[in-house]
T-cell receptor, first 112, second 115 residues
Framework: DAKTTQPPSMDCAEGRAANLPCNHSTISGNEYVYWYRQIHSQGPQYIIHGLKNNETNEMASLIITEDRKSSTLILPHATLRDTAVYYCIVRVGGGGADGLTFGKGTHLIIQP | DGGITQSPKYLFRKEGQNVTLSCEQNLNHDAMYWYRQDPGQGLRLIYYSQIVNDFQKGDIAEGYSVSREKKESFPLTVTSAQKNPTAFYLC??????????????FGSGTRLTVV
C-alpha cells in the first residue's frame, strides 16, 4: 500500500469548512483513497473513498488531484462533533484481504 | 441494526494471565480483523481472517492468538507472552468481494489494562 503524509493537527472554526490534506505521491493506478475518522476512545468510522473522480456523500467531499498524488477531505460545515483524528489511507480496492494500514492521521479540532 | 459488538469495554488483567476479548458481527462479512492502538498512535494489525477456520498473522501477532470457528465470531486471546498488553483493542470486519469497494466496519473497542 502507498504511504500517506498528513499534518499532525489542524484547527477549524465551527460552521466553517474543514479542509484536510493528504499527500500520497507514490499511489499506484489501482489504489483507492479512503478516509476514516476516530473520535476519542471509539472505533474508526468510514467517511468516504475514491479512485480518481471527486466524490461526495452526506458526510463529506473528497477532492483528488488530476495526478492523484494528493487529495483533500472537505467537511463543509464543521461542528464540534467533528473533532476527531482523521486518517487518509490508500490501498487497492476491495474488501477483506490483509487489512488497512493506519498512520497517525490528522487531529482536527473544531473551535467554538 | 447490523454491526460489530466488542466486549467487554474495559478489562483488567493481572500479569501472567491470559485474557480473551470477544468480537461478534451480524453483518454477514467474510473478513474480520484485530487491531491494537497505543496512545497517540495509529492502528496496528494483529491478526486477520478472510474465511472461517483460516486466519493470518498481521504486523504484531506475537503474544496473541485467535480462532475463527464461526463466521460471526473472531475472539482474540492476549497471552502471558505479550510483554506489553495494555492498549486499546479494535475489531473490524469487511465483505470479501474482490474488485468491490467497501469500507471497513469497526467495533467500539476494548481497553485492556494490566495491573
Amino acid at each position: 500500500d502507498a504511504k500517506t503524509t498528513q499534518p499532525p493537527s489542524m484547527d477549524c472554526a465551527e460552521g466553517r469548512a474543514a479542509n484536510l490534506p493528504c499527500n500520497h505521491s507514490t499511489i499506484s493506478g489501482n489504489e483507492y483513497v479512503y478516509w476514516y475518522r476516530q473520535i476519542h476512545s471509539q472505533g474508526p468510522q468510514y467517511i468516504i473513498h475514491g479512485l480518481k473522480n471527486n466524490e461526495t456523500n452526506e458526510m463529506a467531499s473528497l477532492i483528488i488531484t488530476e495526478d492523484r498524488k494528493s487529495s483533500t477531505l472537505i467537511l463543509p460545515h464543521a461542528t464540534l462533533r467533528d473533532t476527531a483524528v482523521y486518517y487518509c489511507i490508500v490501498r487497492v480496492g476491495g474488501g477483506g484481504a490483509d487489512g488497512l494500514t493506519f498512520g497517525k492521521g490528522t487531529h482536527l479540532i473544531i473551535q467554538p | 441494526d447490523g454491526g460489530i459488538t466488542q466486549s467487554p469495554k474495559y478489562l483488567f488483567r493481572k500479569e501472567g494471565q491470559n485474557v480473551t476479548l470477544s468480537c461478534e458481527q451480524n453483518l454477514n462479512h467474510d473478513a474480520m480483523y484485530w487491531y491494537r492502538q497505543d496512545p497517540g498512535q495509529g492502528l496496528r494489525l494483529i491478526y486477520y481472517s478472510q474465511i472461517v477456520n483460516d486466519f493470518q498473522k498481521g504486523d504484531i501477532a506475537e503474544g496473541y492468538s485467535v480462532s475463527r470457528e464461526k463466521k460471526e465470531s473472531f475472539p482474540l486471546t492476549v497471552t502471558s507472552a505479550q510483554k506489553n498488553p495494555t492498549a486499546f483493542y479494535l475489531c473490524a470486519s469487511s465483505p470479501q468481494l474482490t474488485g468491490a469497494n467497501y469500507g471497513y466496519t469497526f467495533g467500539s473497542g476494548t481497553r485492556l489494562t494490566v495491573v
